[in-house]
């Protein structure tokens, strides 16, 4: 059974920073693009960026490049999602999520809040 | 751009409900339906335009190509009121994922 455990989220002040963490267990993680989706409260979601299985590769939604960045280390099977520059609109539920043809399996999400 | 209508659908439990997705090009890639409830992720329900997630009902099914995607949920369950979106991904790299809007199923 796939298992994406999110963390990292939390209260942070505009022009911050926070750094999102995903632990995968359940397959075989280094053979898996995977990618962020984020929810901001009341809405619906929105793709944020993608990575390439090996990491070697990668892909940002236009609203955060420049400012987001996203890695993984397949010895932890672990994803990341560094943010930096953080506004109030980045307020949102962030999910991680397995990304195949077979479509997405997710995370249960974590919380970021940007506000003074 | 994936656009879905109706924004909000008011059925009662066993009725039959009927959700449209449909692309602002032809959707070369793949085609998803994903449920949610509040307070939880979105749950797969279907990819590749009709084939169901593992675990799903068969009440659930899915159809159509190009522009124009339907999710029809055959006889409706009171588990089945929720929001549901369609999602698209290209087959190759990079995955250029977008979703619309959502569809919020209510219980009249």
């Known amino acids: 059974e796939v298992q994406l455990l999110e963390s990292g989220g939390g209260l942070v002040q505009p022009g911050g920073s926070l750094r999102l963490s995903c632990g995968a267990s359940?397959?075989?993680?280094?053979?898996?693009?995977m990618t962020w989706v984020r929810q901001a409260p009341g809405k619906g979601l929105e793709w944020v960026s993608s990575?390439?299985?090996?990491?070697?590769?990668?892909y940002y939604a236009d609203s955060v490049r420049g400012r987001f960045t996203i890695s993984r280390d397949n010895s932890k099977d672990t994803l990341y999602l560094q943010m930096n520059s953080l506004r109030a609109e980045d307020t949102a539920v962030y999910y991680c999520?397995?990304?195949?043809?077979?479509?997405?399996?997710w995370g249960q999400g974590t919380l970021v809040t940007v506000s003074s | 751009v994936l656009t879905q209508s109706p924004a909000t659908l008011s059925l009662s439990p066993g009725e039959r409900a009927t959700l449209s997705c449909r692309a602002s090009?032809?959707?070369?890639?793949?085609l998803a339906w994903y449920q949610q409830k509040p307070g939880q992720s979105p749950r797969l329900l279907i990819y590749?335009?009709?084939n169901r997630a593992t675990g799903i009902p068969a009440r659930f099914s899915g159809s159509g190509s190009g522009t124009d995607f339907t999710l029809t949920i055959s006889h409706l369950e009171p588990e089945d009121f929720a929001v549901y979106y369609c999602q698209k991904r290209s087959r190759n790299w990079p995955p250029s994922i977008t979703f619309g809007q959502g569809t919020r199923l209510e219980i009249k």
């Open positions: 590749d335009a009709s």
């Open positions: 999520a397995k990304d195949s043809l077979q479509g997405l399996d």
């Open positions: 359940g397959f075989t993680f280094s053979t898996y693009a």
């Open positions: 090009q032809s959707v070369t890639g793949f």
């Open positions: 990575i390439g299985s090996s990491g070697g590769s990668t």
